[in-house]
């Protein structure tokens, strides 16, 4: 008999979501793994869902989580962030190609070792941007549940793979530096508030994460423009950490063990052979422009913005760079899956005209 975690109402869900995060990225910190009130909170409450723990993260919570991680991210930004800048035709290039690399081989592999049709291989393989791959694949290109299935491994796998790669990267050179000062209560009040718009418009702009975006651009040109030089306090940001945790943790709502067993394999070497040519690429570019191979890698490695975004603030790296390459990551995807979903209706009607070749 499966177990399937249960999303309901009210606060004490929520605040148990929390409260796993917190013993999650707690015992993760203590143990010393990179970023550890981050992911170690994801991965608790990760597990706790699959397994069937009641559990609720509120749209309106979510709200206030994404304008944090856009606040702490921005507020992380340096002005020498702008040097970088030369660096990014190189890695912007590698994204293209990476995507292009990816989507070609995981499809080839779904379709060939498990006997997937093409619509559902392909969709199958594209790293992010859930939303319109599943509206495609509900107007009739592909088998949607299959995809949703080997697109929530993905993801899972990736939400595990990601600390775990985190300890193999050259952290220990790029720690956080430590803050001269840190904002006070008003000040805090003020960007809040400031971000909080900022971030309200772009999200009806149908901006890509408009409220994270948004948030991160006001406190990016803020500190940019000298309205304020300290940084968010220490708690605060621990906090944003195990926020983030609760919520990237609580996406695993509603999935089953049975559908995380019918779909293990093909998730899992999809996600292998992504985070491999993901590695490939970004030694690449790292060799090429001379940053940091982590900051590289986290830009180039498919996830979610807040995420990705989070564990660069806890690495020390350069959130200006990761948050663009995954803003542009987004946009192309825009364009490659509608096009792809376009490529492949065209094959399938050729084919079936060769079946049921006319008088």
Known sequence: MSTRSIAVSGPIPTLLAILISLAGGGLASVLGIPAGWLMGGALAVAIAAIAGVPL????????????????????????????????????????????????????????????????????SSFPGHLSLVLGIAASGVGNPRQIVIIQVIRIMMLTIAVPIGAIFLPIDHFAPAEAAAYLGPMQLVLLAVGCTLVGIVAQWLRIPAGLVLGAMAAATAARLGGLYVEAVPTPLVTLTFILTGALIGTRFIGLTRAELRAAAMGGLIATAMTLAIVTVIALVVTGMVGMPFGQAWLALAPGALEGMGALGIALGYDTAF??????????????????????????????????NPGP
């Open 56 to 123: 609720a993260m509120p749209d309106g919570l979510r709200n206030v989580i994404f304008v944090m991680i856009g606040v702490s991210m921005g507020a992380s930004v340096h002005p020498d962030s702008l040097s970088l800048l030369p660096s990014w035709p190189v890695s912007l290039a590698a994204l293209a190609l990476e995507l292009v690399i990816i989507v070609a081989a995981t499809g080839w592999m779904l379709t060939r070792l498990f006997k997937l049709d093409a619509g559902t291989a392909y969709l």
């Open 322 to 355: 990761i948050a663009a390459h995954h803003v542009i990551r987004l946009l192309l995807l825009s364009f490659a899956i509608p096009l792809v979903a376009i490529l492949i209706r065209l094959h399938e009607k050729r084919a079936q005209e060769s079946r």
